[in-house]
């Protein structure tokens, strides 16, 4: 909350510039943690409606700085990526060993790990590395995240246009609901899998054939009688 103070003081003084910058920094980097890029999109667009910025260089600001941002990131994963990847180190002990879970998650579900996760806060912030780190290339990602992107700021935007006032607090109710539908996602996403690992365990061979051998086949043809081949 103590952000929020020179936040709203600077504005309508810088406008789409400053949040052009701040949508830069909540995902190029671990910046994101610390950067209220989604509260500056609602506040602007609140702003905007008293008159005091213009609506449609926010809204570009907003989406433009985001995908800049979320550009940087995947480059910076991708390449941080490689050099811990290449090493011997802690990091490359403790990352390497959930690289196969990380890679499965965004080969198989980007829409879940890229789209849904760029509409949770906190979790936008190391989206874009977690995907460069992994073997997702950048052609596809493009198209997952932009979706996120539009998405996240028409979610903002909205906020901006119908709470005005009560905009900081619509703001931090959207985080904490966020929050909890992906986890209740993931969830979801997690016992469908094993379901499915499950049932394909399961499930037996086809064509595969079970011969009896040694004391169970001569049973077999005792009870099979003295007609049976």
């Known amino acids: 909350m103590n952000l929020l103070t020179p936040l709203l003081e600077l504005l309508p003084v810088y406008g789409p510039s400053l ?3 701040l949508a830069i920094l909540e995902t190029c980097f671990v910046t994101g943690l610390a950067v209220p890029s989604g509260v500056a999109t609602s506040a602007a667009t609140a702003l905007a409606l008293e008159g005091g910025l213009d ?3 926010v809204v570009g600001a ?6 800049v941002g979320d550009s940087l990131g995947f480059w910076v994963g991708r390449v941080w990526g490689e050099r811990i990847f ?3 180190g802690r990091w490359a002990r403790l990352l390497g060993s959930k690289r196969n879970k ?3 998650l ?3 579900h980007p829409l879940y790990a890229v789209t849904m996760s760029r509409l949770v806060s906190f979790v936008r912030t190391v989206m874009p590395m977690a995907a460069g780190m992994s073997d ?3 052609r596809r990602y493009v198209p997952y995240e932009v979706a996120g992107l539009l998405c996240w700021a028409a979610l903002y935007v909205t906020l901006g246009v119908g709470a005005r006032g009560s905009w900081i607090v619509a703001t931090q109710l959207l985080g904490a609901g966020g929050a909890i539908a992906f986890m209740v996602a993931g969830v979801v996403v997690w016992v469908t899998l094993r379901r499915r690992v499950g049932l394909r365990e399961r499930k037996p061979d086809q064509g595969e054939t079970r011969v009896a051998s040694g ?3 001569e049973q077999a043809i005792s009870d099979a009688g003295p007609g049976a081949p």
């Not at 907003?62 to 995908?67: D, L, N, P, S, T």
């Open 62 to 67: 907003a989406i433009v700085g985001g995908f």
């Open 55 to 57: 609506i449609v260089p």
């Open 106 to 108: 965004f080969d198989r």
């Open 102 to 104: 990380v890679n499965n």
């Open 19 to 21: 949040l052009f910058v």
């Open 215 to 217: 004391p169970d086949a």
């Open 86 to 88: 290449a090493g011997e």
């Open 136 to 138: 997702l290339t950048y």
